[in-house]
Nanobody
Framework: VQLQASGGGLVRAGDSLTLSCAAS????????VGWFRQAPGNEREFVSC???????KYTDPVKGRFTISRDNAKNTVYLQMNSLKPEDTAVYYC??????????????????WGQGTQVTVSS
């Protein structure tokens, strides 16, 4: 089952976007759901994650600007992105993992990757 990321778009620096990650056959509250991004020419990198028990983690460049949350009723995980910068431009992906909390930033521990959603921030 692939996860479906949506909500990307073209915005200006300083604007906000909210990304959504949804799935019909995966119950998110049983997993850690992570957001990753990949900019052109770069490796895919960890952005944020929301654990099954409500813990959150962020990569340093987005701390204070991005907020991850989960709506159990909608089985959806959101990534609220504020004060966007051109360096946030990337394709954003969501995926799930059951790995221990200490390893949730490692891409190889995740599965059920979707196609991603493009975020472009102009200066």
């Amino acid at each position: 089952v692939q996860l479906q990321a949506s909500g990307g778009g073209l915005v200006r620096a300083g604007d906000s976007l909210t990304l959504s990650c949804a799935a019909s056959d995966v119950i998110f509250r049983r997993y850690t759901v992570g957001w990753f991004r990949q900019a052109p020419g770069n490796e895919r990198e960890f952005v944020s994650c929301f654990s099954w028990d409500g813990k959150t983690k962020y990569t340093d460049p987005v701390k204070g600007r991005f907020t991850i949350s989960r709506d159990n009723a909608k089985n959806t995980v959101y990534l609220q992105m504020n004060s966007l910068k051109p360096e946030d431009t990337a394709v954003y992906y969501c995926a799930i993992t059951s790995v221990i909390w200490g390893r949730v930033t490692e891409e190889n521990n995740y599965r059920n990757w979707g196609q991603g959603t493009q975020v472009t921030v102009s200066s």
